[in-house]
């Protein structure tokens, strides 16, 4: 058990360490975020829209547009050179390797995920005041899942003649469960109203994140072998 | 009885081989049979049977698009077979199992390594991969071996492709495999980096270890091999043991045979 | 089943269930009675959700047919999977097409995001991802798998995406009266329902015995031309 989790660390560790080394991914959801929220500040008439109404959803928006410049270049460096060849050689089991992947993602995503809360909080004058600590949760599970679908379809996508272009066309119509839970969730935080409220939806962004990481794990090995 | 031998600076550290561990079946390291690789409709390697004894070399010499690669893949588990089987040591090479990985070390031409990691991150990766405890000590002692041990902070895409063949050696026989494959490993290496090759392949000769190597390096290729096989068309179309040939003789049969005169 | 006995009897089950179709709409348009709220335009009802049923049925079935290839290899599987995935974007197709026009005549509006139609278009993209993956591989093996995990997700990602689908209904309802398919109907459009749900299904299955069987002898062929290579 200690060899798996000492696998899947060290995966997670390579991935993060070249992501800070080359701050590819990171520097093109970064960028996206901000400027997104820039760009949607202009796209609302506030005469006619209050900010606060639109914001939890161009939030999730951001997220999934941005989220997928990253996750869609998982494989991309290994595919490169021909690194993943060598991971999938090893003794670590294909399992590993996806939770490794997605969580590694995570962190990237998650990361994002704050920034572009901070971004749009500012840009938009949003008062998360209470619910804020319920807000970030509902974006990690949102996030999870969001990953694990977009790790495991980049997979596939990577290794089609289409690369990357495939990705949304496979992964956005899973998403919008995601989706309508996760900006039904935070519009109504945003907004002030109790957690009770929105408790059955945070369970079932949960549980659709779970499902998501599950049937990743199980599915991976199905699409990286050779 | 296993005999440990601790890595020093100047050996791989290679162990001998634990015989209890040992599948008797007179020795027999690698086997396959019947193995075939199809593409859609190419098919890349068409029914190849393969049986090797601990400590035996084989060289396998063929023109491009004979299927070298493919079978080389299918050997090292990470390719598999449209049919057949390979066994290490008597146990299969199944997809869903996890041991029997640290049995094989693989060559490949397309390194393995990642750019911006340094020399030493790349081993130290590996290792964890393979489980291996030791990696403080492991890793300054084959990055010596290899000639690196002054570039293990450097990062793998600063080096040059030599080099770079010198840190995929050392990965490959990083966990001490029984079997080793090499993809075409002399290919655009110079003369200091050839001369790593070739003595790590005689240690792991003398060792007795079972290396089958591919390459188009006639002389390297025949220096060490004690068997000898060349394919085409996804087959061997001859194979026999290494009986001393020079080169040039050497090289008329091969013509001959993938010419078919044979 | 040889590939001729299935050759015959989906053609059978395809007559059978065009037949169907026909007592079908007579029952539909002619025999049931007329829905209080909505009037006439509610009768497509009957022909749009057992459509809307197939295509569930075929990537469930795909689903099934997908796990068990990726477990078992057996090429059979997989072709069970590309028919049924088929069969399915045929008829998620039909309700897509039918349903704006209807919804153009009998509401005014050419869509609406009533949570059938929403998960049949949804499903719709789910199937021609299926098909965008298997052919964009160089080695047809991998397309296969890879069609396999999407049709698998997919139908995991269903439940989820009706349930997400109906609740959000639920916060925006539209201008359109909501229509009476809950669990309670009266019983001859209850019967009008069930009738037809077994006709599409006999249809389906019609079709996909048809296109197995072709698919069957289609590979049959391939093999024969590659050995003979």
Redesign the interface.
């Known amino acids: 058990m200690s060899?798996y989790l000492?696998?899947v660390w060290?995966?997670v560790w390579?991935d993060l360490?070249?992501e800070m080394?080359?701050r590819e991914r990171i520097a093109a959801m970064g960028a996206f975020a901000v400027l997104a929220g820039v760009l949607f500040n202009f796209s609302i008439d506030t005469t006619t829209t209050r900010p606060q109404d639109v914001a939890s959803g161009l939030i999730w928006m951001t997220l999934i547009f941005g989220g997928l410049l990253g996750v869609g270049r998982t494989f991309h460096?290994e595919a490169q050179?021909?690194?993943l060849?060598?991971?999938?050689?090893?003794?670590?089991?294909k399992d590993a390797v996806f939770l490794a992947k997605t969580a590694a993602n995570f962190v990237l995503l998650y990361v994002v995920s704050l920034l572009v809360l901070g971004v749009f909080g500012l840009f938009f004058g949003l008062d998360l005041g209470p619910n804020l600590g319920w807000v970030v949760v509902v974006l990690g599970l949102g996030a999870l899942g969001f990953v694990a679908?977009g790790t495991?379809f980049a997979a596939?996508?990577t290794?089609?003649?289409?690369g990357e272009t495939?990705l949304p066309?496979?992964v956005?119509?899973?998403l919008?469960?995601m989706v309508?839970?996760g900006v039904?969730t935070t519009t109504r935080l945003i907004n002030g109203r109790p957690f009770d409220e929105v408790e059955g939806?945070v369970r079932?962004l949960g549980?659709?994140a779970l499902?998501a990481v599950a049937?990743g794990a199980v599915?991976f090995?199905?699409?990286v072998?050779? | 009885m296993t005999d440990e031998v601790s890595p020093s600076a100047d050996t791989l550290g290679l162990e001998k081989i634990d015989r209890d561990e040992i599948d008797h079946s007179n020795g027999v390291v690698l086997q396959a049979e019947g193995l075939r690789r199809d593409y859609g409709s190419v098919v890349a390697v068409d029914g190849v049977d393969l049986t090797m004894e601990e400590g035996e070399f084989l060289t396998i010499f063929g023109p491009n698009g004979a299927g070298k690669s493919s079978l080389l893949?299918m050997l090292?588990?990470?390719?598999?077979p449209t049919a057949g089987t390979v066994r290490v040591r008597g146990q299969a090479l199944s997809?869903?199992e996890?041991?029997w990985?640290?049995r094989?070390g693989?060559l490949?031409h397309?390194?393995?390594?990642?750019?911006?990691?340094t020399v030493e991150?790349n081993l130290r990766?590996?290792g964890?991969?393979?489980?291996l405890r030791d990696l403080d000590e492991r890793v300054p002692a084959r990055l010596a071996r290899v000639g690196l041990a002054e570039r293990a902070r450097f990062?793998v895409r600063q080096l040059s492709h030599g080099m770079r063949q010198r840190l995929s050696l050392a990965?490959a026989l990083l966990h001490d495999p029984d079997v080793v494959l090499l993809d075409e490993p002399y290919t655009g290496l110079d003369p200091s980096a050839a001369g790593v090759l070739r003595s790590v392949l005689g240690e792991l000769r003398d060792g007795r270890r079972t290396v089958v190597m591919v390459t188009h390096n006639l002389r390297e290729g025949l220096a060490m091999a004690t068997r000898l096989a060349v394919q085409v068309s996804g087959r061997f179309a001859w194979e026999g043991s290494n009986q001393g040939l020079g080169r040039e003789e050497f090289e008329r049969h091969y013509h001959d045979v993938v010419e078919g005169r044979v | 089943m040889s590939t001729a006995g299935m050759r015959r009897g989906g053609t059978t089950l395809t007559l059978l269930g065009l037949l169907g179709l026909i007592a079908l709409y007579w029952m539909a348009f002619f025999w049931v009675p007329t829905e209080v709220n909505q009037g006439v335009v509610q009768r497509i009802f009957y022909i749009h959700v057992p459509a809307a049923w197939t295509s569930f049925l075929a990537i469930g079935f795909a689903a099934l047919a997908s796990g068990m290839y990726?477990w078992l290899r057996d090429e059979r599987l997989d072709r069970a999977a590309l028919c049924a995935v088929e069969g399915g974007l045929i008829f998620a197709t039909l309700v897509l097409t039918t349903g704006p026009l209807w919804g153009k005549i009998a509401w005014g509006t050419y869509w609406t995001w009533e949570p059938r139609l929403t998960l049949t278009l949804?499903?719709w993209?789910?199937f021609?991802?299926y098909f965008?993956?298997r052919n964009?591989?160089?080695d047809p093996e991998?397309?296969k798998?890879?069609a396999?995990?999407?049709a698998?997700?997919?139908a995991?990602?269903i439940p989820?995406?009706h349930?997400?689908?109906v609740?959000?209904r639920s916060?925006h309802p539209e201008p359109v009266v909501a229509r009476p398919d809950g669990p309670t109907l009266p019983g001859d459009m209850l019967v009008t329902l069930l009738f037809g749900v077994l006709v599409f299904t006999v249809l389906f299955f019609g079709l996909f015995l048809f296109r197995y069987a072709v698919e069957g002898l289609r590979a049959e062929a391939d093999l024969r031309a590659r050995s003979a290579a």
């Open positions: 060899t000492s696998q060290v995966i390579k360490v070249l080394r080359s460096l050179d021909g690194a060849q060598g991971v999938l050689m090893s003794p670590a089991p679908l495991l596939v996508s290794g089609t003649n289409m495939l066309v496979l956005f119509p899973l919008v469960p309508i839970y039904g939806n079932m549980a659709f499902a049937a599915l090995r199905y699409v072998e050779d | 893949g090292g588990g990470g390719m598999r997809f869903s996890h041991d990985q640290h094989i693989m490949s397309r390194g393995f390594l990642y750019g911006r990691l991150e990766f590996y964890t991969l393979f489980g990062e990965r | 990726l949804l499903l993209f789910i021609i991802g965008m993956v964009a591989t160089e991998k397309g798998r890879f396999a995990v999407v698998i997700v997919g995991i990602d989820f995406i349930l997400s689908v609740w959000f916060l």
